[in-house]
Nanobody, 122 residues
Framework: VQLQASGGGSVQAGDSLRLSCAAS????????MGWFRQGPGNERKFIAA????????DYADFVKGRFTISRDNDKNMAFLQMNSLKPEDSGVYYC????????????????WGQGTEVTVSS
């Protein structure tokens, strides 16, 4: 599966952004989906994951209550709604697909999109 993330941009603290991840291929519904963030010189940090059906989700503690992951299997799309953004949310966001139903470990995601940059100014 090929993934393409979009929707990043430069915003002010407190603003919202919605990231999208478009997937190609016939079996999008067979993959768990995740979002990760990478800062300069840092490893990719887990942000959120959704199960194959989207019925189960998982979040990093620092985004709980602010971010929402969702997916539309009919349209081969995944989304990350980010509200109440903070400067520390800045980074390059990647969507990824895993053969696991839902998991937070980046090393277990096989397919990665190219990343979309988010910059949050105070």
């Amino acid at each position: 599966v090929q993934l393409q993330a979009s929707g990043g941009g430069s915003v002010q603290a407190g603003d919202s952004l919605r990231l999208s991840c478009a997937a190609s291929g016939r079996f999008f519904h067979a993959y768990g989906m995740g979002w990760f963030r990478q800062g300069p010189g840092n490893e990719r940090k887990f942000i959120a994951a959704a199960s194959r059906s989207g019925g189960t989700t998982d979040y990093a503690d620092f985004v709980k209550g602010r971010f929402t992951i969702s997916r539309d299997n009919d349209k081969n799309m995944a989304f990350l709604q980010m509200n109440s953004l903070k400067p520390e949310d800045s980074g390059v966001y990647y969507c990824a697909a895993t053969s696991h139903n839902i998991i937070s470990a980046a090393r277990l995601y096989k397919y990665w999109g190219q990343g979309t940059e988010v910059t949050v100014s105070s």
